[in-house]
């Protein structure tokens, strides 16, 4: 399974974002999220339950400070400032002020760069977390299935979750995120079954993000029994939201 061992790693070649440095801001030795999502490229929670400890914002500023400049110095394209990591982003308790000086880091030495979060969006309804996601260029959130249950399935939420209060959080946004999903199979489940694609195509369209990354499985899952769909297949799911206008990015 990946595992990312420092705060600043890369940069690394993105399928989605191009030359991008990542930032994470989970444990280094281990994992911590509120989801625990069966294709999870970080593997389970529990296999990474041994360092639940986040590194502080010194050490964030000092090692963001460190790598993005000796980046700029050694002339090192940077075309996104990626928050991704062992786990979810938004999590650590100092995100939004990790975000100002990101941003003010990226004004300094990476003008023509992105910053981007990653992030599954549970955190939203929290003003501080969405004021800081809509202050980076990217803000990167997921919507996997239509319905609690499907979640349930494929992304395990660790305590609660409703998937309509984080629709109207997001609602906030007016349009100015990116809606990232991922589309697999099981013999438990189908992503794509019929009920369950018009139901994600129904919040698409109450959420009218202004660009939707759609993909499926690249790297080995902790769930063995997972099947990906290729992007012919995926092109069809979504080619109602083509033909209304929307602009979907398609990854396989």
């Not at 790693?9 to 990542?22: A, D, K, Q, T, V």
């Not at 280094?28 to 069966?38: A, R, T, V, Y």
């Not at 759609?214 to 939201?241: G, H, N, Q």
Request: glycine share 6%; aromatic share 8%; net charge negative.
């Amino acid at each position: 399974m990946l595992h990312f061992d420092d705060i600043v790693f890369g940069p690394i070649f993105s399928r989605r974002l191009g030359s991008s440095l990542g930032v994470n801001l989970l444990p280094s030795k281990g994992k911590l999220c509120n989801f625990d999502c069966i294709y999870c490229e970080c593997g389970w929670n529990r296999d990474g339950a041994q360092d639940r400890t986040f590194p502080s914002f010194e050490d964030v500023r000092s090692a963001l400070e460190h790598k993005i400049s000796s980046a700029s110095a050694e002339g090192v394209p940077v075309d996104s400032i990626t928050f991704s990591g062992n786990g979810e982003p938004t999590m650590h308790p100092d995100f939004p002020a990790v975000i100002d000086l990101v941003l003010a880091l990226r004004d300094r030495y990476y003008p023509q760069a992105k910053v981007s979060v990653l992030s599954n969006a549970t955190l939203v309804g929290r003003p501080e977390i969405a004021e800081a996601l809509m202050r980076v260029d990217n803000p990167i959130l997921k919507i996997d299935a239509s319905s609690d249950e499907l979640i349930q399935k494929i992304n395990k939420p660790v305590g609660r979750y409703r998937l309509e209060e984080v629709v109207e959080s997001l609602m906030g946004f007016k349009g100015q995120f990116v809606l990232q999903t991922m589309f697999l199979r099981s013999p438990d489940f189908d992503a794509a079954a019929p009920q369950a694609l018009e139901g994600w195509m129904d919040i698409v369209r109450r959420l009218s993000p202004r660009e939707i990354m759609v993909y499926t499985i690249d790297r080995e899952t902790p769930d063995k029994s997972l099947a990906k769909y290729t992007v012919e297949e995926m092109t069809a799911f979504v080619k109602p939201l083509l033909d209304e206008g929307f602009k979907i990015q398609i990854r396989g």
